[in-house]
């Protein structure tokens, strides 16, 4: 579980990143008659690496755009590099910055408002004549509408002032054939060239002209490795040492379906001449290749390094790369998908294949592949908007992270695991399927217990677990909720999400087992956004009333009541819709129905101690069958249940006059019962409660007209602090209570009791090395 942290270098670009409002301002500049960015210390200056990487964080977090690229003022930032592959609010506007920038790479994917051409009008002098890399996979090469089989001209006359460029991927463009024999006939240097999926070219003939310098060169889906003449062309190509002439498995269009075709690469591997220097080729998809054609080339090739024989049957069966040492990609084994994955990560032909294939093998891996997750995520991410690839992927992301496997991976690889998971379940909220059961939650007040790791996905399926399930698998992990950092509060709307849209037990019980979790580890500014809308409210309650009227005690009820309890916590918004949903009539008949169960006693009685203190809605408990109850439960045999009846009744005492409807009798027996039930406890040897804050025990501990409610409050606050000194002294310290404490120490006349138990928590506080207000 070992990984190497992030150097001071990459931490510190991520936070300005992060919080480029914070580090820059923003001025209007005359000259420009724009606003630009400008870093709030003058001094700062960003060399070319930090620059490149600074750009490159931008882009993965999806935070350019015109205005930020204005941060890229060459006087205190300067690119080598720009990598844009998620920046479809940048106009050219916006890349106007890079003239006067000396830039040596490019690589742009898929933008949408500025066209090839504009984006090389961008470039300066420098830059149009030493720039060595240009990637523009995906993009449109003019902003004006091309006519027929071709594109606007004055595109090839930008390209043509690159005269030092050296490699060149145009794949996924409308690419045509004359443009291509431009591109060859002004680029002296070309060394390596993709031309993949470019659907437009019928003709590759002009490669010719570039047979001494070609080194590299990506056919991927072309229509003309069908073509005859291609073959001929490539036997001439003798420099090359890559050759990727894969395609995709189905045929290109109606048209060819009806047009009897053959692939150039069977008769390229006969021929002995072909690819003399070749140490890399792929001619994955490729399913008329026979097994004795590639022996005759393996044979004539001693030094390939690399072969790719995705979806083809020589994969399955490779006796004959017997002494070979060769990397190859394939569905035979797992090395072999795990190298597909990385090299084929944006075919989106290929990925969803791929991902399923190593789905069905992950469910036998015995020890942690982060490897194999760190080639997911990405693949993941680019392919956002794919749903057989991330239904694919989530359930990938599951079999590699459950069990034993995932204890052994490191926090961050969690991380940024969830990050995309959640994503994906953010895009696709409406996918579910049926998955196995969760297991209960504890009895503590914000500790469910640890989730026992869940079975592994059926295999008898034609197709993973859809999305939303396997979201919900991956996430319901002891580890994952408590340990890994991500944003918790969009996970618990996603999951509460979850429960409003799917009816099933299943979603049910997951749903409820995360939320109980993360409940207690958002704010409580958060948990009251989430508790405060009533559709979550009503969903949360039908749950427990419907276990009630079944008179059944499950997983999902305990869960569901640990959510209830966790939201409502220091939140009125949340407890008055609560009451608002009729909640307390329920929770009242929960009591009746479930009497004598510890578990949910404590749990309901939890919820309303949240209830109980928040002043204006005390009214609603001060009901006479309430109290009875009440009254009952602060003798149960069971510590908890009886720790939690008495904290109501310690916030009751507090309310208003007003609120008690008969104070001589039903109040003053309750403070009666208190004192005595507070007085006969023993310290359970577990901690049973956690505490967000300490302030609702401040006016409880200055009733010093009710000393049982004191006692109460420093049996609680003794309680915590001995069982967690860690979490608690501080946090009692800085909220001030000590000082009250310290003061019923020294009044004369408070209870004796209350003075004793006092007095220990301020030893308490003195052991941990919190004298007065040392913090």
Not at 19 to 41: A, I
Not at 176 to 186: G, K, R, Y
Not at 316 to 345: H, M, S, W
Request: charged share 20%.
């Amino acid at each position: 579980m070992v990984d190497c942290p992030g150097s001071l270098q990459q931490l510190v670009v991520e936070f300005i990143a992060s919080h480029v409002k914070e580090v820059c301002t923003s001025q209007f500049s005359l000259t420009e008659d724009t606003y630009k960015l400008y870093f709030r210390d003058s001094n700062a200056f960003f060399h070319q690496k930090v620059a490149n990487l600074l750009l490159r964080t931008l882009d993965r977090k999806g935070l350019l755009n015109d205005l930020s690229m204005t941060l890229f003022d060459p006087v205190a930032v300067r690119l080598s590099q720009v990598n844009l592959h998620n920046a479809n609010n940048i106009t050219c506007k916006g890349l106007k910055v890079l003239k006067s920038h000396q830039i040596q790479s490019v690589e742009v994917k898929n933008l949408s408002k500025v066209s090839v051409d504009e984006l090389i009008s961008c470039f300066g002098e420098w830059t149009l004549n030493n720039i060595q890399e240009l990637s523009v996979s995906g993009s449109s090469f003019s902003s004006t509408h091309s006519q027929k089989g071709g594109v606007c001209p004055r595109l090839y006359v930008g390209l043509s002032k690159l005269r030092n460029l050296h490699v060149l991927n145009v794949s996924g463009t409308k690419l045509a054939s004359h443009a291509l024999l431009n591109i060859c006939t002004d680029l002296h240097h070309l060394s390596s060239l993709d031309i993949s999926n470019c659907i437009e070219l019928e003709s590759v003939e002009c490669l010719r002209v570039r047979a001494n310098t070609l080194r590299s060169l990506s056919m991927y889906n072309l229509k003309v490795l069908r073509v005859k003449e291609t073959g001929d062309v490539l036997r001439e190509l003798k420099e090359l040492v890559h050759l990727d002439v894969s395609e995709n498995k189905g045929t290109h269009d109606a048209v060819a379906r009806l047009i009897p075709s053959c692939s150039v690469v069977p008769g390229l591997l006969r021929d002995p001449a072909f690819g003399c220097k070749l140490r890399s080729l792929d001619i994955s998809g490729q399913d008329q290749t026979q097994p004795e054609d590639l022996y005759v080339f393996l044979k004539g090739h001693p030094h390939l390094e690399f072969l790719g024989l995705m979806f083809t049957s020589l994969c399955l069966d490779t006796v004959f790369l017997d002494g070979y040492n060769i990397t190859v990609t394939g569905v035979a084994r797992a090395d072999q998908l795990v190298e597909a994955l990385r090299r084929y990560p944006t075919r989106i032909e290929y990925v969803p294949k791929i991902l399923y294939k190593i789905f069905m093998l992950t469910s036998h891996f015995e020890t942690p592949r982060p490897d194999v997750i760190k080639l997911i995520l990405p693949v993941m991410n680019t392919h956002s908007t794919q749903s057989a690839i991330q239904l694919a992927g989530t359930a990938c992301l599951y079999n590699l992270t459950k069990g034993r496997v995932g204890e052994q991976i490191h926090p961050h690889v969690l991380r940024d695991m969830v990050h995309t998971t959640l994503t994906a379940m953010s895009n696709f909220p409406e996918h579910a399927q049926h998955v196995p059961r969760c297991p209960p939650p504890s009895q503590g007040r914000h500790h469910p217990p640890a989730l026992p790791l869940l079975p592994p996905l059926p295999r008898d399926r034609p197709h993973p677990l859809l999305l939303q399930k396997n979201g919900l698998l991956t996430l319901c992990c002891d580890r994952i909720l408590h340990e890994v950092s991500f944003d918790k509060y969009w996970c618990a709307r996603l999951v509460l999400d979850c429960l409003l849209t799917f009816h099933d037990p299943s979603t049910d019980r997951m749903a409820v087992a995360i939320c109980s979790i993360i409940a207690a580890k958002i704010s409580t500014a958060q948990t009251t956004l989430l508790g405060a809308r009533s559709e979550y409210m009503q969903k949360l309650l039908a749950l427990v009333k419907r276990r009630m009227e079944e008179k059944m005690v499950d997983m999902t009820l305990k869960f569901t009541l640990s959510a209830l309890w966790n939201l409502t916590d220091e939140s009125p918004a949340t407890c008055e819709v609560f009451l608002k949903e009729n909640g307390l009539e329920l929770f009242q008949q929960l009591l009746k129905v479930f009497a004598k169960d510890a578990a949910v006693e404590t749990k309901v009685l939890g919820l309303l101690n949240n209830i109980a203190e928040v002043s204006p809605l005390r009214g609603a408990l001060i009901n006479k069958n309430f109290l009875c109850q009440l009254e009952l439960l602060l003798w149960s045999p069971n510590v908890d249940v009886s720790y939690f009846a008495a904290g109501i009744v310690a916030h009751l005492a507090c309310a208003s006059k007003d609120s008690w409807k008969d104070p001589n009798t039903v109040r003053e027996n309750l403070l009666e019962e208190l004192g005595k039930v507070v007085i006969s406890w023993e310290q359970p040897k577990e901690e049973m409660v956690a505490y967000r804050s300490f302030q609702p025990f401040i006016p409880l501990l200055t009733a010093l007209n009710m000393y049982q409610v004191q006692l109460w409050a420093v049996w609680a606050l003794h309680h915590v602090t001995t069982k967690n000194s860690k979490r608690y002294c501080h946090m009692l310290v800085k909220e001030g209570v000590d000082d009250v404490l310290r003061n019923l120490v020294t009044v004369p006349d408070s209870n004796a009791s209350v003075r004793e138990l006092a007095s220990r928590v301020v030893d308490v506080l003195q052991e941990n090395g919190f004298n007065n207000k040392n913090l």
